[in-house]
Each structure stands twice: as structure tokens, then as C-alpha cells.
């Protein structure tokens, strides 16, 4: 599974998440979104597996953006209504690629344009 090609919506409403958070809090970087985007992938590979995730420990603007990235996983899952309604949840173990593919482009980007290259990156396409 390619989540580009496959679940352009899933990575859109991640991403429109975090754009969200980023406007509202302009010092935010790139590392505060890879290592929610790396907690992610930590709780719902856990659920995937049958295990029960570890409780998400962040503070202050990580835990707002935390909150807005699960919220958007959740919906992509099927499991809490969204901006639109969805019309096929999607598995967990689609959305950990997602999620994975995700991080792979903040690590790019980071490279490519600094501290806050991803976020100024998708930006741009997003509402």
C-alpha cells in the first residue's frame, strides 16, 4: 500500500491538523511534529498488535498538537465524526503506513528547509 496514491485523505486531514495547531502557535517546529507523529505510530501500532498503548505524556503545545493529530487519526479510523464524513474507515495498520510515510516527509523536508521546512512546506496546500 502506497498511503500517497491509496489515502491522500488520511495524510490531508493529518496534515490540516498540525497546519492548524502551527498557525495558531508560529514557534512550533518540525521536532515537535515528528515526535507526536512518532508517538502516534507507537499508540496505534500497540492497538494493531491487541496491546493497550502507553499513556502520551506531552505538555503545552505538544500535547495541543498531540491531540489534534489523534483526533484526525480517529476520524480516518471511523471512530469520531470530522469536517466531512468519511466514507470508508480505514484499517489501523493503513494508518500507521500513513502515519510512518508522514514522518518520512518531515525528515525530508527538515533537511531541505530547516527547523520549520515541513511545516512551511504543507502549508501551502492546505486550508
Not at 485523505?9 to 507523529?37: C, F, G, K
Not at 484499517?91 to 510515510?101: F, G, I, Q, Y
Request: hydrophobic residues 40%; aromatic residues 10%.
Amino acid at each position: 500500500m502506497n498511503p500517497i496514491d491509496d489515502l491522500p485523505h488520511v495524510l490531508q486531514a493529518i496534515e490540516t491538523a498540525v497546519v492548524r495547531v502551527w498557525r495558531q502557535h508560529r514557534d512550533m517546529t518540525n521536532y515537535a511534529v515528528l515526535r507526536v507523529y512518532e508517538a502516534a505510530i507507537v499508540y496505534y501500532h500497540a492497538l494493531e498488535r491487541g496491546l493497550t498503548p502507553k499513556p502520551v505524556n506531552f505538555t503545552g503545545v505538544d500535547a495541543l498538537l498531540y491531540d489534534a493529530v489523534h483526533e484526525a487519526c480517529e476520524w480516518s479510523l471511523g471512530r469520531r465524526p470530522g469536517p466531512e464524513s468519511i466514507k470508508e474507515p480505514i484499517r489501523t495498520e493503513d494508518l500507521v503506513a500513513c502515519l510512518r510515510r508522514l514522518k518520512k516527509s518531515v525528515d525530508f523536508w527538515t533537511k531541505q528547509g530547516g527547523r520549520q521546512g515541513y511545516l512551511t512546506y504543507i502549508q501551502q496546500f492546505l486550508r
